[in-house]
């Protein structure tokens, strides 16, 4: 053996004692493309044991373990890293994944490869060296990542701070902005600016610039059809493969800003219409009667000036002249949130009563509850009213020249202003709601009632819901002696009806 090719093996052992004990893994082939060393390291990355597992040469090598790029493309032979170096080709930071066995036995690894070559003192190639890394745990956690990312639903997209290029978008970006992927991916921040008009631009743009937090904050974002779109705005620092790079996510404002215009427009119109309404109008929160707003008919009806109601609680005004009824409108309201036509005498400012009927229902204005109340004066028609039944009770003290039905008219318009008396006739009920009547004046339940008349028990019922409504009672003993005040169906209950 000759001095020189016996210090050659000599380095050679001292090489392979030095790297056997690294973590990373190392593999030596000879020039002529042989596998002569591996250490644990290497061979523990292959699931193998022994050297000769990994094959004896680069393709063997390539028919026992497949490799493929992280987005699933297999290599092609001639890519293989120990091709590529057995070609004498040096690389570095190559990362691939590399399966072994088939079926349930295939185990895989992520394997981040660099190579060098060695050559003797006349530079000829004495070895070739592949270094490998265990990525498998690395590449596990940024699929989590990558998952975790395009699967949230929150818009986000990734910068790198070297270059500000967008290396990520996920899919709630792309919905919420109109983008296709392509118009994203390798784009800078100043061609998708996601800070535009941001209300702390220049605080955004100093902290993106140091690599730091930036704050959440409102910004205008451009769409690629055109017009913008209002999000908040905030970034993220964080490391991807080794190199810094800033998250920013979203938050889409634009439903909140339709909802505040459509709810700004709302309001809008019911100013208007509360202030130009010639109805009589007020309202009030709900809490504490506070008089929040009144419109021009209310302070003309009244005589109040506006200042003298707003800011003031109605019992404290006191335009509602019995606080009793005040107290049961406000009740009323309290339980079932709106009132119709309910009686209510209005004092005016000088002392004037005013018969009013009030309706009111609860509003939100501003998003507080408050209520709305509008008065009908019906001073002038019940002054009508009584006019009317004053000059109906002097030609009444004559009447025999009326028919039946024209009495019982002036009677109930009569009756009309005196309490507790039904304002219903007898000729306002249709033929068989007056059969149904008769009939419950004569004692019949509702299930005979129905057999007499050869109807449904429904029907019968329905027909006695609208008697009641139609003669303001509230019950057959009501009822029977609404017929006997006006001396129906004493004798013949036939003949009596068709009076």
């Known amino acids: 053996m000759s001095q020189d090719l016996l210090a050659t093996e000599t380095n050679r052992r001292q090489l392979q004692q030095i790297i056997s004990g690294l973590s990373d893994g190392v593999i030596l082939l000879e020039a002529d493309r042989r596998i002569v060393w591996a250490n644990e390291a290497a061979l523990a990355m ?39 170096v057995a070609a004498g080709e040096t690389f570095s930071d190559v990362v691939v994944e590399v399966r072994s066995g088939e079926g349930e036995e295939e185990r895989t ?69 109109g983008y296709a992927r392509d118009q994203v991916i390798g784009r800078s921040v100043y061609e998708v600016d996601v800070l535009e008009g941001a209300e702390r ?15 959440q904050m409102q910004a205008e ?39 505040e215009v459509a709810l700004r427009q709302s309001e809008e119109r019911f100013a208007k219409a509360f202030r130009l309404t010639p109805v009589p109008t007020l309202v009030c929160g709900a809490d504490s009667q506070q008089i929040v707003d009144v419109n ?30 005040c107290a049961s409108l406000f009740g009323a309201l309290e339980k079932s949130a709106d009132v119709r036509n309910l009686d209510l005498r209005v004092l005016k400012k000088g002392g004037e009563l005013l018969d009013c009927v009030v309706s009111a229902d609860t509003v939100n204005i501003q998003d507080k509850p408050s209520y709305l109340l509008v008065l ?44 507790e008396q039904p304002s219903a006739s007898f000729t306002d009920l249709t033929a068989r709601e007056r059969d149904v009547l008769g009939l419950i004046c004569e004692g019949l339940a509702d299930k005979e009632i129905a057999a ?23 019950s057959r003993a009501e009822a029977i002696v609404w017929a006997r005040e006006r001396g129906l169906f004493s004798g013949d209950r036939r003949g009596k009806a068709q009076r």
């Open 109 to 177: 690894w992520v394997h981040r490869v660099r190579s060098m070559i060695l050559t003797d003192r006349a530079g000829e190639v004495e070895s070739l060296v592949l270094i490998l890394s265990d990525a498998t745990e690395w590449a596990s956690a940024e699929q989590r990542f990558e998952k975790t990312f395009n699967s949230n639903p929150a818009p986000a997209v990734i910068c790198r701070l070297s270059d500000l290029r967008y290396i990520k978008v996920n899919q709630g970006f792309l919905e919420m902005t």
């Open 201 to 215: 631009k220049d605080l955004a743009i100093e902290r993106l610039n140091q690599g730091a937090t930036i704050p």
């Open 376 to 419: 009908m004066d019906i001073t002038e028609r019940k002054r009508s009213e009584l006019e009317l039944v004053s000059a109906i009770e002097e030609v009444m003290r004559d009447a025999s020249w009326f028919s039946q039905t024209l009495i019982e008219k002036l009677a109930n318009v009569r009756s009309a202003n005196q309490a």
């Open 296 to 325: 021009e008919a209310f302070l003309d009806s009244t005589g109040y000036a506006a200042e003298e109601l707003l800011g003031k609680t109605v019992e404290e005004v006191g335009f509602i002249a019995s606080p009793q009824a």
């Open 221 to 259: 974002l451009r769409l690629p059809e055109g017009g913008s779109k209002l999000v908040i705005v905030a970034g993220q620092p964080l490391d991807i493969n080794e190199e810094d790079c800033m998250l920013f996510s979203f938050m889409d404002l634009e439903p909140r800003r339709k909802a």
């Open 46 to 84: 292959h699931g193998v044991e022994a050297i000769g597992e990994l094959g004896a040469d680069d393709r063997q090598y390539a028919e026992r373990f497949a490799l493929r790029y992280r987005n699933n493309h297999p290599l092609a032979l001639e890519s293989y890293p120990i091709n590529r």
């Open 452 to 474: 007499r008349l050869q109807l449904a028990l429904s029907t019968v019922r329905n027909h006695l819901a609208t008697v009641y409504s139609k003669l303001a009672v509230h």
